[in-house]
């Protein structure tokens, strides 16, 4: 793995149990295997990213396959790429479920990143045949030119980094949300609810090669599906304790719209 150090920006190399430069930085591999390469000087907050709540919630529902789908599309997609065993960088990963699907599907040497040190520990746990690291998207401990293919999954990051840290030719996958995505959940909470505006399909330093959206309903019954369902949603804190609660008790109906779109990276 080609990481830099966050802070002076040398190469890091493995030395043991710690992630060494030639100023002497350190950087230790944790018990579940992932390093922390976040400074604490680099974070805006003292425990950024998704908590254990969410995470645990994030694991239960994807654990019962309601967005295999998406995961399914997304491992087509890559794999038609025709790349031999490839570097590929899953971009806020979460806990890993999308990682470790697309690894199996294509034979890569895939490494996961996130904000969240919750979601990497619990991605680093499960998956150990994966590399994962506690990371900005804005700042990514990455050399140039280090990855053949970024997956990025409704995450926050720099079209620049995105940019730098994919080789020439390489590409770049992002899913985010459709028009329709949810629409039902905004109807509970607001009383106009407007549609999400579709992605433009440009990315600086790429070129866009195809754009889909993937739309299905979802279908939740009663209990903890649907309760892991709402808290692993924006929309959580939006919901009155009542409406929650009905919700859990009836189960969850609402539209998955998910935008799709493959991008190329300019040689």
């Known amino acids: 793995m080609n990481y830099e150090c966050p802070i002076c920006r040398k190469a890091l ?18 018990k579940e295997g992932y390093v922390n390469l976040l400074p604490v000087n680099k974070k805006r907050s003292l425990d950024p ?4 709540q969410m995470m645990t919630a994030r694991r239960v529902f994807l654990d019962a396959g309601y967005y295999q789908p998406l995961s399914d599309r997304i491992n087509a997609l890559a794999k038609d790429l025709g790349l031999i065993c490839p570097d590929i960088l899953d971009v806020g990963c979460g806990e890993g479920y999308y990682s470790q699907r697309l690894q199996s599907a294509t034979n890569a040497n895939l490494q996961g990143m996130d904000i969240s040190k919750t979601a990497i520990r ?8 994966l590399q994962f690291c506690v990371a ?13 293919l970024l997956l990025k999954i409704f995450a926050p990051a720099a079209a620049t980094e995105l940019v730098r840290v994919c080789r020439p030719g390489g590409y770049y996958l992002s899913v985010t949300a459709g028009p329709m995505h949810h629409y039902a959940l905004k109807e509970i909470i607001y009383d106009a609810p407007r549609e999400h505006p579709l992605s433009e399909g440009k990315i600086p330093g790429f ?18 599906c649907s309760r892991s369902f709402l808290q692993m949603t924006p929309y959580l804190w939006k919901f009155t304790a009542e409406q929650i609660a009905q919700m ?11 935008c799709i779109e493959l991008f190329k990276r300019h040689i």
């Open 122 to 129: 619990y991605a680093a746990k499960r998956y150990a045949n």
């Open 13 to 30: 190399v493995l030395d043991n149990k710690q992630w060494r430069c030639e100023q002497r930085h350190c950087f230790d591999v944790a």
């Open 207 to 224: 070129v866009l090669q195809h754009q889909e959206r993937l739309q299905w309903m979802l279908h939740t019954p009663a209990g903890e």
């Open 49 to 52: 990213g998704d908590n254990q």
């Open 248 to 258: 859990e008790a009836l189960g969850v109906n609402c539209e998955l719209d998910f």
């Open 136 to 148: 900005s998207a804005f700042d990514m401990p990455f050399a140039d030119n280090s990855f053949d």
